[in-house]
């Protein structure tokens, strides 16, 4: 990974070069992996992510002729540009419409207009929010230029609001929420309900341990699909249950009256249970993260949550699956996919000694389901978005 200050002048260099002048400045915001707390968000309940070392780079500046210009050095088609005037829901179409929805967002801002150029570490399609880091990026630039009032919970809206409403991906807040307020050492204990939050330390390496991505190579997308189905299962199962928020739903016991005896009853237990067994394994994790544990408690914790999202959320695929198997069977403590499902990474908690064995083992069972061998890497909570430049 570039440094931040490698990072800069590689973005500041191609802005150059794409639109004839200089960016005013150049803004990170990093993708996430998340320790525990899937689906849960748009459902009010709790989260607990980290933000990675790997970051989407934004360097930007205004205009004077009322146009939305953007670029990305991972995208060879060369620049998007079309009047400001022109921006909606479709247009433009593809990666350009996340930070065409975030300059929608503040258009009155920005009469002259507007050049993004792009630049990312972050993995496309591999559950690791790759979307939000473009949009929280921008969103940051945009209100250090024109918006210096907005704050940390403001730019998740604005993030939030470009994806949901420009792009049409039925996102909650985590992705946003972790790539904006993730502070370096800690994980990010949100209350997606209240929005209040707490950064909890986590030292891995302090501990021995290390947590490993793996990449499975099975993209997913969440403009439509099974994520939003998922979202109006959830939403189904609270109105039968009565709530507004299947957060508001803490013991599984209540949840028997889905059962009604129909395939769509049985379906949505299935969902609910995940969401409420789900918002308990957060709240066990923080627990044993605020207090004297040792970390390595945390493992069948995440492990029960893959399961939990494997069977009742019906979301993992069958490489996520060998990953989450050949982990703990090569020693991990935990592992578990991550993300909106149906496709991108999974997690494994492991003694830091341990990755090199574990990855082989991961990579064993790739070559054996006829599968490329997984993208792995280990990382550690790092900064959320900053300015670079």
Not at 15 to 44: C, K, M, S
Not at 165 to 175: E, K, Q, W
Request: aromatic letters at 4%; glycine letters at 12%; hydrophobic letters at 45%.
């Amino acid at each position: 990974m570039s440094s931040d200050q490698d990072a800069a002048h590689r973005a500041r260099e191609a802005f150059t070069a794409r639109f004839g002048g200089e960016p005013e400045g150049v803004w990170a915001a990093p993708g996430r992996v998340n320790v525990i707390g899937e689906h849960t968000d748009y459902n009010g309940g709790f989260v607990l992510p980290i933000a990675l070392e790997h970051t989407t780079r934004a360097a930007v500046a205004r205009r004077g002729d009322g146009r939305f210009a953007a670029a990305s050095l991972q995208d060879d088609g060369g620049a998007v540009e079309l009047d400001l005037a022109d921006l909606a829901p479709g247009s433009p179409e593809g990666w350009a419409g996340y930070p065409a929805g975030v300059v929608t967002g503040l258009r009155d801002r920005l009469p002259g207009g507007i050049s993004v150029l792009v630049d990312s570490e972050v993995p496309v399609g591999a559950g690791l929010s790759s979307s939000a880091a473009l949009t929280c990026s921008v969103a940051l630039a945009l209100r250090d230029l024109v918006a210096p009032e907005l704050d940390g919970p403001d730019l998740v809206e604005i993030a939030r609001g470009a994806e949901n409403d420009f792009v049409g991906a039925p996102t909650g807040i985590l992705d946003q929420s972790a790539s904006v307020l993730c502070t370096a050492g800690h994980a990010l204990f949100l209350d997606t309900r209240d929005r209040s939050s707490e950064q909890v330390p986590l030292d891995l390496a302090g501990a021995g341990l290390a947590l490993l991505v793996v990449d499975s190579g099975v993209t997913h997308e969440h403009a439509g699909g099974g994520y939003g189905d998922r979202r109006r299962e959830c939403e189904e199962a609270a109105r039968r249950l009565g709530v507004d928020l299947l957060r508001e739903v803490e013991d599984v016991d209540r949840l028997a009256v889905l059962s009604d005896g129909t395939a769509e009853g049985e379906l949505l237990l299935r969902r609910a249970r995940h969401i409420v067994t789900e918002d308990a394994r957060v709240l066990e994790v923080v627990s044993a993260l605020r207090g004297d544990a040792d970390p390595r408690t945390i493992g069948p914790v995440l492990t029960a949550g893959h399961e939990s999202l494997r069977d009742d959320f019906e979301i993992s695929v069958p490489l996520l699956d060998a990953i989450v198997e050949s982990a703990l069977d090569a020693g991990a403590h935990g592992a578990r996919m991550v993300g909106g499902g149906f496709g991108g990474s999974a997690i494994a908690l492991v003694d830091a000694d341990a990755v090199d064995a574990v990855t082989a083992a991961v990579t064993t069972r790739f070559e054996r389901e006829g599968a490329p061998a997984p993208r792995t890497f280990v990382t550690v909570p790092s900064a959320g978005a900053r300015r670079l430049a």
